[in-house]
Structure formats: C-alpha cells, structure tokens
T-cell receptor, first 114, second 112 residues
Framework: EAAVTQSPRSKVAVTGGKVTLSCHQTNNHDYMYWYRQDTGHGLRLIHY???????EKGDIPDGYKASRPSQENFSLILELASLSQTAVYFCASSDAREGNQAPLFGEGTRLSVL | QQQVRQSPQSLTVWEGETAILNCSYENSAFDYFPWYQQFPGEGPALLIAIRSVSDKKEDGGFTIFFNKREKNLSLHIKDSQPGDSATYFCAAIDSGYNKLTFGKGTVLLVSP
C-alpha cells in the first residue's frame, strides 16, 4: 500500500539544538515536500524536491535545510531550533504526471521547541 | 500575499443539509485544484480534485464547481453527516512548478 511515513511522530527539542525530521515514501513519486501547519496559517511550503540529491526552497525556507538522499527519503533539518519553529510538520509526495499531482500526506510530526 | 482564499472560516450545518465551501485564487497559472479533508491529529487527506479545463467534478457526495473566468470554485458536500465534521482545505497547483498552495481552511461542523 502506498504511503508516506514520518518519524518521529512527536518531538520535544531545546532552543539552539539540532532537529532532524525524517520522511519515507513508498509511492514511487518523484516529488516530495515539507510543510508546516500553524493555527490560522493553514499549510505552508518549506522545501521540496523533484529528484534525488536536489532540493528547492519553498515559501518559508529560512531556518530550515532539506536533504533528499534517495527517491524514497526526504529529511528536514533545523540546525538551530527556535521557539518559533514549534508547529506540526507534514511530509508529502506526489506524481509529476498532469492530473495526478495532488500530494499524498503523512501523519505529521508534532514539534515543540522549549 | 494570500494566493488562495477560503470562505467561510467556519461553517455549521444540520445533518442532511448541503454544505457549501468557497475558494478563490489570484494566480491565473493555477490549473489543478485539489481539496483536502483533515481530522484533528491526522494529516490532510485528498478528497477530490478538478483540472481547470473542467467546470464540474463529482465523486460520491462531493462536488466541485469551477469558474475559471471568475477564478473561484466551491465544494458542495451533499447530505452532510456528523462524520464529515473536519477542516477542509482548498489548494491550487501550477503544473509548471508542481508546488501546492493552500488556503487557510474552512472548519465544518455538522450537527445531528
């Protein structure tokens, strides 16, 4: 069954610490995305990738890095976590074919930075 | 600049009624519009989607009406049930970039 799996599902981090969120997809999709969700803001795109070993900046990339070592895996890295990065993070993957581009989402990672 | 707008922010309907959720956009390059349903503690789940070459898409009790000239669309949920209570997101894709832009969502409550 096609899926997007995120780990961890929740995490508490200290301000200034490094955080890595991981995502694995079994959909054989070319595109992968990282979104954050905050109350009142909906979902906002942080980084995305359309091929392994390449990443692109989304709409709110500051304070985040991304890594796509393989087609299946996509990580989001917070080098110096800050209080403002407390949010729920969603990974998604999508097909590039026209009419099939709607991303499929994982269950999310709830990050609390203290 | 908010490229995808949803209204209302929240909506309450009675069980059995049709709920109507609205969405408008600014970017003429958007050509694919998925709607997502999200329950608390879960990720957004794809509900139904429409391409800009169509003006209507139906799937079960869910229907999208699309007006390209006015740059707006609406999701109709027919015979709403309490289990349809969730947050609904309208999204838009420019196929040239394959990036999804979300609206801020409509919280739907279906009262029994």
């Amino acid at each position: 069954e096609a899926a997007v799996t995120q780990s961890p599902r929740s995490k508490v981090a200290v301000t200034g610490g490094k955080v890595t969120l991981s995502c694995h997809q079994t959909n054989n999709h070319d595109y992968m995305y990282w979104y954050r969700q905050d109350t009142g803001h909906g979902l906002r795109l942080i980084h995305y990738s359309y091929v392994a070993d390449s990443t692109e900046k989304g709409d709110i990339p500051d304070g985040y890095k991304a890594s796509r070592p393989s087609q299946e895996n996509f990580s989001l890295i917070l080098e110096l976590a800050s209080l403002s990065q407390t949010a729920v993070y969603f990974c998604a993957s999508s097909d590039a074919r026209e009419g099939n581009q709607a991303p499929l989402f994982g269950e999310g990672t709830r990050l609390s930075v203290l | 600049q908010q490229q995808v707008r949803q209204s209302p922010q929240s909506l309450t309907v009675w069980e059995g009624e049709t709920a109507i959720l609205n969405c408008s956009y600014e970017n003429s390059a958007f050509d694919y519009f998925p709607w997502y349903q999200q329950f608390p503690g879960e990720g957004p789940a794809l509900l139904i989607a429409i391409r800009s070459v169509s003006d209507k898409k139906e799937d079960g009790g869910f229907t999208i009406f699309f007006n390209k000239r006015e740059k707006n669309l609406s999701l109709h949920i027919k015979d709403s049930q309490p289990g349809d209570s969730a947050t609904y997101f309208c999204a838009a894709i420019d196929s040239g970039y394959n990036k999804l832009t979300f609206g801020k969502g409509t919280v739907l409550l279906v009262s029994p």
